[in-house]
């Protein structure tokens, strides 16, 4: 079993900067990709942005420059530092995590909201 707990979303002016926080915690042996997602009412859930255990980063398109994802090992716990937000970042943000406990599993976070107001 595994929890994922996040924090760091709220309401902010457009151009602002927020700080998503995702920690794992539980059945644990290593952590493969780490990453955030985003939902907006009556859209498919999307990548923003995700981390590997080697370091490799992918974003998408529309947070390139602005967003950063990174991630403490030891903490098990991923980052995502938002800057220059916009009000189309406005979403439900999901942390996802792959752990590896023998095999590998994959987990989502709860959710936390992102308001961007313009």
């Known amino acids: 079993q595994v929890q994922l707990v996040e924090s760091g979303g709220g309401l902010v002016q457009a151009g602002g900067s927020l700080r998503l926080t995702c920690t794992a915690s539980?059945?644990?042996?290593?952590?493969?990709?780490m990453g955030w997602y985003r939902q907006v009412p009556g859209k498919q859930r999307e990548l923003v942005a995700a981390i590997t255990s080697g370091g490799s980063i992918n974003y998408a398109d529309s947070v390139l420059g602005r967003f950063t994802i990174s991630r403490d090992n030891a903490k098990n716990t991923v980052y995502l530092q938002m800057n220059s937000l916009k009000p189309e970042d406005t979403a439900v943000y999901y942390c996802?995590?792959?752990?590896?406990?023998?095999?590998?599993?994959?987990?989502w976070g709860q959710g936390t909201q992102v308001t961007v107001s313009s």
């Open positions: 996802n995590v792959k752990v590896v406990y023998w095999s590998e599993y994959n987990y």
């Open positions: 539980g059945s644990i042996l290593s952590i493969n990709a």
